[in-house]
């Protein structure tokens, strides 16, 4: 079974930035998708970035011009370069894998951004 782990995650103070990094516990073949997603307190989870492995990259409206995605490789797949962070950018922010077969899914990193 494999692991993804999510880490880069922190307090920030508004305007700041952060770079979340998403790392398997072994390297991961078939990928079609790869993204993030946020669940903030009291809210459902919500796509954040997904990039495919062709490089077609979609954002939320709320993060465009902000955040960037970028594919690593087989073991760190997928990172998110988070620039100018607001408040509302506070969640826990979750790694996805989307293989053929297999939809993989990290525990989350918790990010806190105070105004």
């Known amino acids: 079974q494999v692991q993804l782990v999510e880490s880069g995650g922190g307090l920030v103070q508004a305007g700041g930035s952060l770079a979340l990094s998403c790392t398997a516990s072994?390297?991961?073949?078939?990928?079609?998708?790869m993204g993030w997603y946020r669940q903030a307190p009291g809210k459902q989870r919500e796509l954040v970035a997904t990039?495919?492995?062709?490089?077609?990259?979609n954002y939320a409206d709320s993060v465009k011009g902000r955040f960037t995605i970028s594919r690593g490789n087989a073991k760190n797949p997928v990172f998110l370069q988070m620039n100018s962070l607001k408040p509302e950018d506070t969640a826990v922010y979750y790694c996805?894998?989307?293989?053929?077969?297999?939809?993989?899914w990290g525990k989350g990193t918790l990010v806190t951004v105070s105004s």
């Open positions: 990039i495919t492995t062709g490089g077609i990259t």
């Open positions: 996805n894998l989307d293989t053929i077969g297999m939809d993989y």
């Open positions: 072994r390297s991961i073949f078939s990928i079609k998708t």
